[in-house]
């Protein structure tokens, strides 16, 4: 058994996480890259600046390593970066977001995983090792991955992990429906068996 080595792990997961986000990307028109899917405004292209946000500030501030590029986020609404403007193409936010894995690889590739920063937004629980942060951060990227599998389904249908593996067993646009016919019946009956319980107002319609 060959012994890996730890910070190679860790990255190699984080970079799997990001790759994924980008993928979510892939064939959608300007309109549905930017399209919120949720009543907080969720959308493919804010997660991916959001997240872009993220490691800047994580890699960069919290290691004393800021990076120039987070000068250019206008100070203010906090959802601001949750959001493209029509101003900002695609290409510029994929590109900004590939700059920041670059700018945190350095940061992975320069300190060991036992080096101490501080998240200056986390208050006084704000110390942290890069160990601390390399998993932080692939958590929050796999967290928003899985918003972005959840959005693109509902614009388009696509599913999957990986473009390379999407961990979805084969099926097809009728066997997907009569799954999902199937589920709804059972969350139904399950309501009407526990006393207490009513059906949503979607289920009785």
């Known amino acids: 058994m060959t012994i890996s080595d730890p910070k190679a792990d860790l990255l190699d997961y984080l970079q799997g996480a990001r790759g994924a986000m980008l993928w979510k990307l892939d064939g959608l028109t300007e309109y549905d890259a930017r399209r919120p899917l949720t009543p907080t405004g969720t959308n493919l292209l804010g997660l991916v600046k959001h997240l872009a946000r993220g490691e800047f500030g994580y890699f960069g501030e919290t290691f004393g390593r800021p990076s120039d590029a987070v000068a250019r986020w206008p100070e203010g609404e906090q959802a601001w970066e949750t959001w493209a403007l029509p101003t900002e193409s695609r290409e510029s936010i994929i590109g900004l977001y590939r700059q920041a894995w670059a700018h945190a690889d350095a940061t992975i590739e320069a300190l060991p995983l036992d080096a101490v920063g501080r998240v200056p937004w986390w208050g006084d629980g704000g110390e942290v090792?890069?160990?601390?942060?390399?998993?932080?951060?692939t958590a929050e990227t796999q967290r928003h991955a899985g918003h972005a599998d959840i959005v693109r389904e509902l614009i388009d249908g696509a599913v999957g992990l990986l473009s390379t593996s999407t961990n979805?067993?084969?099926?097809?646009?009728?066997?997907?429906?009569?799954?999902?016919?199937?589920v709804e019946r059972n969350a139904q009956e399950a309501a009407r068996q526990?006393?207490?319980?009513?059906?949503?107002?979607a289920a009785t319609a």
């Open 194 to 201: 526990r006393p207490g319980s009513t059906l949503s107002p």
């Open 168 to 182: 979805m067993p084969p099926s097809d646009a009728a066997t997907w429906a009569a799954h999902r016919d199937m």
């Open 129 to 137: 090792t890069l160990h601390q942060i390399l998993v932080h951060m």
